[in-house]
């Protein structure tokens, strides 16, 4: 896994509410399912966009990153809940 920092700088008008962020991911997340279902059966390796760091990906290297990319949060989001003291855990369960 190679780990990179993100070129743009966060500022904090481009910070959502939490719930703003999640309803947003949710709906990328359906519109990403409904497209792998919608072509599925079809080629899609002929289509490409550019990467900042990686250079041109197919379609199918895309959902590859993608699915890497949010294993690697899931990982983060791990990582964070067993560093919480015990006091918080307790209180979430």
């Not at 962020?21 to 497209?35: K, Q």
């Not at 199918?60 to 989001?77: D, G, N, P």
């Amino acid at each position: 896994m190679i780990r990179l920092k993100t070129p743009i700088p966060i500022e904090a008008e481009m910070v959502c509410g939490k719930e703003e962020m999640l309803a947003e991911l949710r709906e990328v997340r359906e519109r990403t399912l409904a497209f792998i279902e919608e072509t599925s059966g079809r080629d899609l390796s002929k289509y490409t966009m550019p990467h900042p760091f990686l250079g041109t990906l197919n379609t199918y290297e895309w959902f590859q990153l993608i699915a890497s990319h949010e294993v690697r949060h899931t990982k983060q989001m791990n990582e964070i809940a067993t560093s919480l003291p015990k006091v918080v855990a307790n209180l979430q369960k």
